[in-house]
């Protein structure tokens, strides 16, 4: 049978408006995991759910030309890891698991730690979850990366910008790309410096080896490159800020939340990213014709998997939309069941590499949050689903922090 076609005609206004949950809306109502319509005026195949994830990873699709154009200009930049297929792929994604698995996610943990015991030993009067977080996590990620500076946190705002203004859907999308031109200029200058010796990181730190990476050809990555890849690894270290909003988010909004902090930590983590409205789909080409449920698909045609919705899909989870960390007590989780950073395998795949670092970032805040006492006063806690990352409209205020 061939595919549907959604029935609104170009779905791009009606994605910016509702980017979470959009595609798995027009899904439901057409009854079918896959569905033919028009982005950004392109032919394009719309997927969701984890058969269709497992499709959306398999070597009939690429990744080459497939992001939109505006994440070129604010989230990725041009020519990093995300962009590529083939042998470069495999040797800059071999950099990047290098630099960012082993012993590092606890690393980061633990300096992390250091942190927040140090912020509630300061007993603020009153912080905003996502800023601190996101200016306590550009410290940590600055330190890990070999970036010297005493001062690192000064740079988590234009560093929060690539995220959080990475879409054209707001006026506000122009602080992204002032974000990746100033980003550039900072990380380029990083990488220059350490090339010529004037700066010396640390052997094996992401700066020393981004900047000594030889491509398979035996060439430095350009400056551009250089800076877009290093700021690859210190950025999504400052993104986990948004998972800890919404864990935040979480512990004010659900009583399970607050007792699994306490007896299942694990298990929240994993809820909280099941749940939360943080990447909400990705984009790749087909490599050749293929046939998706047996229709014909030419070559080149853009394919988008639904992030949000796969996480969501019921023929994997159990009222899906309920808030339940018990959920994953004693559950296997297959490669793409959960996919709130990427399916399928981290070495060979376009997986997040950092999916360990992030879950153990949000084990350590989840353990805090259960060693301190703090207020929350009266605040907007909507989530903001027409913005990326869908965070709360108050970003989570807390008064009155100190330890417990
Ligand atoms: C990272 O820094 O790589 C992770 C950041 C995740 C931010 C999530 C929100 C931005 C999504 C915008 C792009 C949409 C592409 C279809």
Redesign the pocket.
């Known amino acids: 049978m061939p595919l549907f076609h959604a029935p609104q005609g170009d779905l791009t206004r009606f994605i910016a408006r509702d980017?979470y949950r959009a595609v798995s809306r027009i899904a439901d109502r057409l009854g079918a995991d896959a569905f033919r319509g028009k982005l950004m005026l392109g032919d394009t195949v719309f997927l969701t759910g984890h058969e269709k994830a497992r499709l959306f990873y398999s070597d009939e699709l690429m990744r080459q030309g497939a992001?939109?154009w505006?994440?070129k200009q604010?989230?990725?930049g041009r020519g990093g890891v995300?962009s590529l297929d083939g042998d470069e792929h495999h040797r800059r994604k071999a950099l990047h698991l290098r630099l960012m698995t082993r012993d590092v996610p606890d690393q980061l943990a633990d300096a992390f730690r250091d942190e927040l015991a140090r912020l509630a030993d300061s007993r603020p009067g009153r912080i905003v979850v996502q800023d601190e977080m996101a200016r306590i996590l550009t410290r940590v990620a600055c330190k890990w990366a070999g970036v010297p500076g005493s001062h690192p946190e000064t740079h988590a705002g234009m560093l929060s910008d690539?995220?959080?203004h990475?879409?054209p859907i707001h006026m506000s999308f122009m602080r992204g790309v002032t974000a990746r031109r100033k980003a550039n200029a900072w990380a380029g200058d990083l990488i220059a410096s350490a090339r010529t010796g004037n700066l010396r990181p640390t052997r094996g730190s992401a700066l020393d080896e981004i900047a000594n990476y030889r491509t398979v050809d035996g060439v430095p990555l350009s400056r551009e490159v250089g800076a877009v890849e290093l700021l690859?690894v210190i950025?999504?270290v400052?993104?986990v800020s948004?998972f800890l909003t919404f864990t935040a988010h979480a512990l004010a909004t659900h009583e399970r939340a607050r007792a699994a902090a306490e007896d299942a930590p694990d298990t929240l983590v994993q809820e909280v990213r099941r749940t939360a409205p943080?990447?909400?789909?990705?984009?790749a080409r087909t490599v050749r014709d293929i046939e998706i449920e047996g229709d014909p698909v030419a070559a080149g045609t853009r394919v988008?998997l639904d992030i949000y919705g796969t996480n969501r899909d019921a023929r994997v989870w159990d009222d899906p939309f309920m808030f339940r960390p018990s959920r994953f007590q004693n559950r296997e989780v297959g490669p793409y069941d959960l996919i709130p950073?990427g399916g399928g395998d981290h070495a060979s795949g376009h997986r997040?590499p950092?999916e360990w670092i992030t879950i153990a970032l949000m084990r350590a805040f989840t353990d805090w949050t259960t060693r301190i006492d703090y207020k929350r006063p009266r605040q907007d806690l909507d989530l903001e689903m027409g913005t990326?990352?869908a965070l709360p409209s108050s970003r989570m205020i807390w008064t009155d922090l100190r330890p417990a």
């Open positions: 980017p992001a939109p505006f994440v604010t989230l990725f995300q690539l995220f959080e990475a879409a690859n950025r999504p400052v993104a948004a943080f990447f909400p789909m990705l984009a988008v950073q997040c950092g990326l990352p």
